[in-house]
């Protein structure tokens, strides 16, 4: 009887998101809503299931868990890319592996309510309102500042053209690649790394998470900021010196910052950003709906689905 192993569903949200009960019969999913990251633990616990299901970057795969797993036939993970997985190892071992589509524009709107919460002071007002009170706090107006896109790949030109449409705002972009004609078809201007953060009223990261771009916002970019500026995060957290943005935060030397990802995810309850009051925090959420969840686990059902009649789908091979 396959056993399928569903990881990190925090929301407790897996099993109502797909029809698990069109697969096959004898196929039992089975939800873990913790994450566990240590080794021994991981192992423990899926050694005698034939499937995984992953939800991406959550609980790290490398080959040394791999090794470990010899009932494991196929690993599924959210979207076509997980940099926690060592996709090479698994298929060493002959487990198949695939993925599923991922939305175009989750992770774009949440940059934009998290932009408009800090701008606003939505969380702060919201609570002092519940606690019984009134105004304490001003905003600032988004239209005609400057947006700053550290990126301007998919996600990075969907939130400068929802800054230029909605509120007027001009944007500057920068990353290491970036070029003159890109920023043109965005209606962006190229600048420098240092101009960016210099001028960009707020701060926006959009990229991905490699070797060259870990650190790639430090202390010098964050000195350079306006005192008025907000950053926002909804990339990757080890993109951003996470020292440094507490150390800045916290001295006031800009006015907020947004973040949706941490180095070390779920962020610790005792994290001493979580005590900042300059500071909106959010667990990681930017991909996470319910439009997005039942695409995710639908095409996990359907991805079981096809592998159990020995024509997989949607297979992870590079």
């Known amino acids: 009887m396959p056993k399928i192993a569903i ?17 096959p019969a004898g196929f039992e ?3 873990f809503n913790d994450n566990l990251v240590e080794h021994d633990a991981l192992v423990d616990r899926l050694k005698d299931f034939e499937v995984v299901c992953a939800m991406r970057e959550r609980t790290p795969f490398p080959a040394a868990v791999f090794e470990r797993l010899p009932n494991l036939k196929l690993f599924i993970t959210s979207g076509m890319r997980n940099k926690s997985v060592d996709f090479a190892a698994a298929r ?8 599923t589509e991922t939305s175009g524009t989750t992770t774009t709107e949440h940059t934009w309510a998290l932009i408009l919460a800090t701008a606003r002071h939505v969380p702060h007002d919201h609570m002092v309102m519940r606690q019984g009170g009134w ?4 905003g600032f107006d988004l239209a005609g500042k400057t947006l700053g896109c550290v990126g301007l790949g998919r996600l990075g030109s969907a939130v400068a053209k929802i800054g230029a449409s909605a509120f007027g705002m001009k944007t500057v972009a920068w990353s290491q690649n970036l070029t003159a004609e890109r920023c043109a078809e965005v209606g962006a201007e190229l600048v420098s790394k240092q101009e960016l953060f210099e001028r960009a009223d707020v701060v926006t990261i959009h990229l991905l998470l490699s070797d060259r771009t870990t650190g790639l916002v430090g202390a010098e970019d964050l000195a350079r900021m ?3 500026a907000i950053l ?10 996470e020292t440094a943005l507490y150390q800045t935060l916290k001295a006031g030397k800009i006015r907020a910052a947004a973040i949706d990802v941490f180095s070390e995810e779920p962020l610790p309850a005792d994290a001493a950003i979580r005590g900042l009051d300059n500071v909106v925090l959010t667990p990681h959420i930017g991909y996470v709906t319910e439009d997005t969840y039942r695409l995710f686990y639908g095409q996990m ?7 159990a009649k020995g024509s997989p789908i949607r297979t992870i091979d590079a």
């Open 7 to 23: 990881l990190d569903d925090y929301a407790d949200a897996a099993l109502d998101m797909a029809d698990w009960g069109s697969l």
């Open 301 to 307: 059902v359907e991805d079981i689905a096809a592998w």
């Open 226 to 228: 306006k005192p008025g």
């Open 29 to 31: 999913p089975v939800v």
């Open 135 to 138: 105004q304490t706090r001003m």
């Open 232 to 241: 926002v995060n909804t990339s990757r957290g080890p993109i951003v010196d």
């Open 92 to 99: 060493k071992r002959g487990v198949v592996c695939c993925g």
